[in-house]
């Protein structure tokens, strides 16, 4: 039996991914979490489970910070990561960062179980061609000054551009994220200080112009 523990801060999210499990045989959700902090106490107060799969945007501590600590914690713990952000925004940085797979919330019904299945049985990384192919231009970009501008900045100041680029004030991103207004202006100055960008229209051409927006 893979024993499954699902985060994510939507409860109906968390029912959809239970629905989908339930109906496979030989896969049980035995836990759930609605931000990083219950999963971490979770993790430590229980048997570790199979696989954790985990949403990229969460309250608190972002997906990406909490796969850093899960793997810090418990290295041998596959995570995957499931989100409704597309897979050229977050998947790369979610696979260097330590997750064993990447799956848009989109496609869950029809790749979930594939996903959890590869990871945990086959012991693979679930990767979709569209990451296989990210990744691959990556290889070809790799050499001096070869990366675009944006993967300068941390997984959190990334997360705030995507946000700001979407059109989402200070206010809101301070509160989807768990965060002071003003750590929020910080992560601004610090995007607009690597990116050489003066306003959040240029933030939002550069992620238009970059495919990091839908």
């Not at 979490?33 to 990229?56: M, N, T």
């Not at 979709?128 to 192919?133: G, I």
């Not at 601004?188 to 933030?203: D, F, H």
């Amino acid at each position: 039996m893979i024993n499954t523990v699902i985060a994510d801060d939507h409860p109906l999210m968390r029912e959809g991914v239970k629905k989908v499990i339930d109906n496979e045989m030989g896969i049980q959700v035995v836990g759930e979490s609605s931000d990083g902090r219950e999963l971490l106490s979770k993790l430590e107060a229980s048997p570790l489970p199979d696989i954790v799969i985990l949403d990229i945007t969460m309250p608190g501590k972002s997906g990406m910070d909490l796969i850093k600590d899960i793997k810090n914690l418990y290295p041998s713990l596959p995570i995957l990561i499931l989100s409704i952000h597309p897979e050229e925004r977050f998947a790369i940085r979610a696979l260097k960062a330590g997750a064993e797979g990447y799956l848009c919330k989109s496609s869950i019904s029809k790749k979930l179980v594939k996903a959890i299945k590869k990871i945990v049985i086959e012991k693979r990384k679930y990767i979709t061609e569209d990451v296989a192919e990210q990744l691959a231009l990556q290889v070809d970009q790799s050499r001096p000054n070869g990366q675009p501008l944006h993967e300068s900045l941390s997984d959190r100041e990334f997360e705030v551009l995507c946000m700001i680029a979407a059109g989402k004030g200070v206010a809101e991103i301070a509160n989807e994220l768990s965060l002071s207004p003003h750590t929020v202006h910080t992560y601004r100055s610090r995007i607009k200080e690597k990116m050489n960008l003066a306003t959040n229209v240029e933030m939002t051409r550069y992620a238009i112009a970059n495919d990091l927006i839908q």
